[in-house]
């Protein structure tokens, strides 16, 4: 049975913006997650949802504003210094943007050499095999004629190859990709996806993949993989990928499937797409108690002023909409 890795209880991040401060933005609200190992996990919304803040709380490069956030089991916030530079590499971060979380003066050896070297991932003569099997693994080969080459050499998606080279070259058991494909070219943010699902195959960790193009997060969670649908800071369809993509439940989840480009043009022109009551993202206070989709959705009620938890829709499937039994039989095509 495979173990927790990863678990946030009732995390919620507040910042305080504006003059002096003054102003509160609730960004993550109330969320709650178990991740296990070998898993991966795809987290879909639009941009300002609350999608990067939940990435970096999980990696501990945020902290929460209220909840705790376990790695393997332990409250980070009750870890010494010696137990959490323990675990510490276990958890690695991909930056969104390769072009800035390379050192631009190093050369790809060291990029990948200093890490290992650091946490004495292997002993001093095996660093050079260490890191020509780390540039097979992400596909940057010949090896020897990417060795001393620099950052600047590499396409965008060769940066992004190795970024992720660099995350797993300290044997991380949970890696957080925080929209590693939105700074490349269309033509080969298919090939990073697979990249991605290959190291999960091939090493057994766990991934957990920011994203907010819902065919590439159906690419990368199809089969056995989940899916995990964040509006307003809070979450509001978890389950199955295949599943949720089947048969979404919650309005917003709908929203996101039919908007998503089909390449056959006659397909294109039979394709259902929802008008929603409002494209603004929602104002979230600390003080808000209401669903977060509730100005865009078509389908809300006054029950919808308090917010809804999540409810099992079956063993696979989870959903938080008051409405969601009542909802219009799901069809992306007429």
């Known amino acids: 049975m495979n173990s927790s890795v990863l678990e946030l209880k009732n995390v919620s991040k507040i910042y305080s913006i504006g003059l002096f401060n003054k102003v509160k933005k609730l960004a993550l609200d109330d969320v709650s997650l178990n991740i296990k190992k070998g898993e991966k996990i795809a987290i879909i919304g639009e941009s300002g949802m609350g999608k ?118 300290v044997n991380p058991e949970i890696l957080v990709a925080d929209e590693p494909i939105s700074m490349i070219d269309m033509s080969l943010r298919a090939s990073i996806i697979k990249l991605l699902k290959d190291i999960n195959s091939k090493l057994n960790i766990s991934i957990i993949l920011i994203l907010h193009d819902i065919g590439a997060a159906k690419y990368f969670a199809e089969g056995d993989g989940k899916l995990i649908v964040i509006y307003g800071g809070k979450i509001v369809e978890f389950g199955s990928c295949d599943e949720i993509i089947n048969n979404p439940k919650h309005p917003y989840t709908r929203v996101l499937i039919s908007s998503t480009a089909v390449p056959d043009p006659e397909l294109s022109k039979r394709k259902i797409v929802e008008e929603l009551k409002s494209y603004e993202p929602p104002k979230r206070t600390p003080e808000s108690q209401e669903c977060p989709f509730i100005h865009a959705c078509n389908y809300s009620k006054d029950i919808c002023l308090k917010g809804p938890g999540l409810e099992k829709v079956n063993d696979l499937h989870f959903v938080s909409c008051h409405r969601y039994k009542e909802l219009p039989n799901w069809k992306l095509f007429n």
């Open 52 to 169: 990067s803040t939940l990435a970096k709380i999980m990696c501990d490069l945020e902290t929460p504003s209220k909840g705790e956030v376990y790695w393997f089991g332990e409250n980070l916030s009750k870890l010494n210094s010696k137990e959490y530079k323990k675990m510490r590499i276990k958890v690695q971060y991909v930056h969104q943007d390769p072009y800035a979380s390379l050192h631009p003066s190093k050369d790809i050896f060291s990029i990948l050499k200093d890490p290992i070297l650091f946490n004495r991932i292997c002993e001093r003569h095996e660093v050079k095999e260490k890191v020509e099997e780390l540039l097979e693994l992400v596909g940057l080969t010949p090896t020897n004629y990417f060795l001393n080459k620099y950052p600047h050499h590499l396409s965008g998606g060769g940066r992004q190859r190795l970024a992720i080279a660099r995350a797993l070259s």
